[in-house]
């Protein structure tokens, strides 16, 4: 019976050191790693129309342009479509204009490119209208685009009425972009203008400064001079009423008295 307890013993204590050996290996051999979870892939077009829905164009366009890059947009003029009035309002008409176009070229969608032809002809207005005048040219294009929205069914006398507004206040200009460039150019030359104008404002100012710091200088200095020359009279003739010599006394004369010759 005792015999049969150290047995049991002994095959216990065996079985424990075997387990914590088994144990101890596998904790050398298979340590525990944490593995990071993958990082979700940005959803750049819901990012995109997020920042349009909230005015700001700038960011939508760059986030539709990552997501082009990481090809998230299943066909290209859905970009195309999701920058396009982005470029309107940001008043970068050419690349609106091609943003559009691009859409018209791909859709197939008969609503769709009606849609896409009268925002066309609001960007083709938009360029065309400038201070001095409507370009000709450009006011064609738009009126051809709201046409063709026209007959694919889209109502556009809104856009009409405006422009037909417009026309009547404005003059119509063969050479719009010319036009245009010339008075960037006249405006440019008055923004010089006006910095040179600045700076001599600036130095004369300065000139008037120094010039009141001189007179101010000579002023003291006068009246330095003139201090210095009193003090130096004033000496001078101390100095004169002190050295001046004293009236010598008048010698006494002998007078002589002839006496009388009296006659007898």
Known sequence: M??????LCIMSFIFYLSAASFAAGQSADTPETKTAAPEQPVNYIAEGLKHRAEGRCDKAIEN????????????????????????????????????????IEASRNRALTAEMYRERAKAYYLKASIPQGIDKSFLALASKDLEEAKILG???????????????????????????KHALEIELILEKYDEIYGRLTARLEQFEKKLTAIKERQEFLESLVASLLQKDSKKKAAVKAKTKPKPAKKEQTEIHLQPKLINP
Not at 2 to 7: E, F, V
Request: charged share 35%; with cysteine; net charge positive.
């Open 154 to 180: 889209i109502d556009v006398s809104d856009m009409e009425r405006i422009i037909a507004g417009d026309v009547k206040r404005k003059p119509l200009i063969e050479h719009a972009a010319d036009a245009q």
């Open 64 to 103: 539709f342009k990552k997501a082009k890059k990481s090809n998230q947009f299943n066909e290209d003029w859905a970009f195309y479509h999701s920058t396009a009035d982005c470029y309107t309002a940001l008043k970068k008409y050419d690349e609106a204009i091609n943003a559009y176009t691009k859409v």
């Open 2 to 7: 005792r015999r049969n307890k150290l047995l």
